[in-house]
């Protein structure tokens, strides 16, 4: 558990917050490249990290993501045209660049040099792999990208997408840490036997209660959850941490699977999770079922919604949750399990009334290195791990099994890094993973 104070701090990203601070030390996504697809297109509303935002894309095609209140007198960017390598305010006819220069005040006398003298908060924007990134903190000149292989794989060979959650960034986060809910919410009612025996599969079915071991890295934190496998071998699951707000998750197979997974905050009560994993066989990773979106509006809170949700239970089917087919919630999707049992918690949920158990290990560890970090940064200006050190998210998540008496650090270090190939791993022993039946109907 974590006193109310501990839990205020954790989860406030807005500016002036400690975290909220600690956030802005390293670039953060913001929209997908899609969302502007061409010079000149529709501006966009985005809120981000409790900022309201307009991003839009010049004439040149360069992004600019600008404060939403006009610096004249405060009227929303949002109606802005989107003209001749700038936004202009349809107010008073004042125009902003992309970096947030005022290049014209028509309005104003021609020998006014007012115009010189005003500027919006615009902050920098650097486009990778279908992902528009910002940088929001104070630095002049910002820190390298984060290394992060799944955002730096040849043009083609990516796919990167965004769901919104209602709830904050550390709930889903801390989903993606907690292994030992992965038999229970998405595998609750499969028994073993319908697993490939000697696929991780297998195994995570046959022993739902994996012990862990937790430990410091440059990062941020990483674990192994492990359980018997075959006589003498331990299936080791990896899992990453990394500041402020990735996750890289222990499905696949160490050493071949490629991913990242973006918390990213949009204020307080909203996330929009940012997934990047290369393109499987070519298309676009595959939507699974229930994980349809509504088409985005242009509200603050309108970009990449579920289908499934609160107000509709997240098209909850009783009767398949009670065939017990394979399945334990009824809700159709893993993403959207962990949505519903995440947003259910609430928005911000009340982490003094928890009750943690050895299964929280991670969990445990990853709140205790943001709050410690940013406490370091508030006190002594002490720059949070990774910020400067890009090379860092070179790193990779996964399965893996071990001799039982191995050190799984030691003999996993070449599997966990980046950008090495390993022709010689088969994706095939993590088993069955997508085991779930499709919905025999689906509530409207
Ligand atoms: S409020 Fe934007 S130009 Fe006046
Ligand atoms: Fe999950």
Redesign the pocket.
Known sequence: MLSKQDNELVCRVGPGTPMGRLMREYWVPAVLSSELPAADSDPVRVMLLGEQLIAFRDSNGQVGLIQNNCPHRGASLFFGRNEEAGLRCVYHGWKFSADGTCVDMPNEPAESDFKHKVKATAYPCVERNGLIWTYMGSRQTPPALPDLEANNLPDGAYSVSAIQRESNYLQGLE?DIDTS??SF??FGAAMPETAQPGTFHYYTLKDRAPRYQVLDTDFGCMYSAFRPAEPGQLYHRIALFLFPFWTMIPTGVLGHQIIARGWVPMDDDHTMFFSLTPKVRGVERATQPGMELHPNTTDWFGRFRMLSNAANDYRIDRAWQRARDGDYTGIPG?HT??QAVTESMGKIFDRSQEHLGSSDAMVIRTRRRLLDAARALEESGTIPPGVDHPEVYRQRSGGVVLPEATNWVEATAELRKAYVPHPELDPAISGRIGGQQPPKRVPA
């Open positions: 989903g809910h992965f919410l998405h893993i399990q962990d």
